[in-house]
């Protein structure tokens, strides 16, 4: 018996709860590997992607942004969501970066998959790691106002450490980044 077939669940029923611009919740019904059924409840996410964009003296432009669910400032790294489901992630990074520190990247590196929230959300988000940096002008979606800031990517491992960075894709994304650039 594969791994799958031992701890899998069916999907036997499914009702749309809410369909909003950005999430979408279904409560469905399950079969259990043993047989019973449980509901789950789970968030469907469009998709999204994030960025380390690192300048040639290690300096990682940051943002501080408003987060309404959690009322409070913090700090980030750029990020958003795809335009639409099957939209090239790679494309969509670079427009996330553009428009929100007005910088370009000479060069990508796909540093793979972060699910936030498997338990109860299917949202992936893809993380890259973008280098050779050029500063240009940024183009802020109408709804976004956030600083940038440039900070040394070795203050911001500390930062995660201690816990002043509270941002779980910022965090696993740094700290990837952070290794990358090390193996240099």
Same mark, same amino acid.
């Given at each position: 018996?594969?791994e799958?077939?031992?701890?899998?669940?069916?999907?036997?029923?499914?009702?749309?709860?809410?369909?909003?611009?950005?999430?979408?919740?279904e409560?469905d019904?399950?079969g259990?590997?043993n047989?019973n059924?449980?509901?789950?409840e789970?968030i469907?996410h469009?998709g999204?992607?994030c960025?380390?964009?690192v300048?040639?003296?290690?300096?990682?432009v940051?943002?501080?942004?408003?987060r309404?669910p959690? &009322?409070?400032?913090?700090?980030? $790294?750029?990020? %958003? #969501?795809l335009?639409?489901?099957?939209?090239?992630?790679l494309?969509?990074a +670079?427009?996330e970066?553009?428009?929100?520190?007005g910088y370009?990247?000479?060069?990508w590196?796909?540093?793979g998959?972060?699910?936030?929230?498997?338990a109860y959300?299917?949202?992936?988000i893809?993380?890259?790691l973008?280098?050779?940096l050029?500063?240009?002008?940024?183009k802020?979606?109408f709804?976004e106002?956030l600083?940038v800031?440039l900070?040394?990517?070795?203050?911001?491992?500390? &930062?995660?450490m201690?816990?002043r $960075?509270?941002? %779980? #894709?910022?965090?696993v994304?740094i700290?990837?980044a952070?290794?990358?650039l +090390?193996?240099?």
């Open positions: 018996m594969t799958r077939e031992s701890l899998g669940e069916k999907r036997l029923e499914s009702e749309c709860v809410f369909d909003g611009i950005i999430l979408h919740v409560k019904r399950v259990l590997p047989g059924e449980a509901v789950r789970v469907r469009i999204a992607v960025i380390v964009p300048t040639d003296d290690g300096m990682v940051m943002e501080r942004q408003f309404y959690i &009322d409070r400032v913090i700090s980030e $790294i750029p990020a %958003g #969501k335009d639409f489901k099957d939209e090239d992630r494309e969509a +670079k427009r970066l553009r428009e929100e520190t370009t990247a000479g060069k590196t796909d540093m998959i972060y699910y936030p929230a498997a959300s299917d949202e992936r893809t993380m890259y973008a280098t050779e050029s500063k240009g002008e940024r802020l979606d709804d106002f600083n800031e900070i040394p990517i070795d203050k911001l491992v500390d &930062d995660i201690a816990g $960075i509270t941002d %779980g #894709k910022t965090q994304a700290l990837k952070a290794k990358i +090390k193996r240099g």
